[in-house]
């Protein structure tokens, strides 16, 4: 750790739990710690996901047991968002997508495509950088920057972040917090990054660890994975529109997660 680390103040609050059972969150541990060094533990717990979901289940995107938010991460790509966007207009479905700033700094258009569509923004970061290895000063500029823009291009201040690989840094944690901006990760993937991903290991991967209130994790884009592989990602997305609404779940944005029961928003 270095001397500029352990003078990071406190850590944020991560979102709140829900439930009055709910276990300590991430904020409370290092409260209680009284030391940042536990601050530190948070990308080796961030990375294992049941352990995450088990104890941050709102960090890991747990929300209203009769809904399933849809979230996709690595865009805007030209070339592969719109048929995203086309695919869940065919179902009635909204989703939060997690934006590269630099991507959509090259083609502005399809941030206001995606909200024109209902669709939520968020902010995932100016570049797919693994922010374990950035300092504080270079992370708040980095969500800053992508925030600004996705806001400028959208008309829509971003409500939640996705740190790249998921990895939460202190400093991201602290960068968070200052913008304003909630940490949100997710409780299923499709593993759709893999150059080896079929429709059937993509959609495999996300029942498997899938449930009521859960958050999924897909890509619209393969900046950040093997090339084309996003073709998995779009073929499986109507089955799991099809799985969702069979199970009973209306599946929709990050930002109506927490929201009481209302209209469905998609099937
Ligand atoms: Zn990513």
Known sequence: MTDRQARQPRLPQLP???????????????VAAGTAAVVHAAPALTSLPALRIRLFPALSGLGDPARVALTFDDGPDPNVTPRFVETLARYRVRATFFL????????????????????????????????????????????????????AVTGRTPRFFRPPYGVLSSASLVAAHRLRLTPVLWTAWGRDW????????????????LTGGGTVLLHDSDCASAPGSWR????????????????????????????????????
């Open 16 to 30: 709140r739990l829900r439930h009055s059972s709910r276990p300590p969150g991430l904020a409370g541990l290092a």
């Open 100 to 151: 590269i700033g630099s991507m959509l700094a090259r083609e502005p258009t399809l941030g206001g495509d995606l909200t024109a569509a209902g669709h939520e923004v968020a902010v995932h970061g100016w570049t797919h950088r693994n922010l374990l290895f950035r300092g504080p000063a270079a992370t708040y500029r980095d969500l800053a920057r992508t925030r600004d823009l996705v806001g």
């Open 194 to 209: 893999s150059r080896t991903a079929t429709v059937d290991s993509v959609l495999g991967n996300l029942t498997t660890g």
């Open 232 to 267: 998995a990602s779009l073929a499986a997305l109507p089955y799991l529109l099809d799985e969702c609404a069979r199970r009973g779940w209306s599946v929709g944005p990050l930002g109506e997660h927490d929201a009481p029961a209302g209209p469905a928003v998609g099937t």
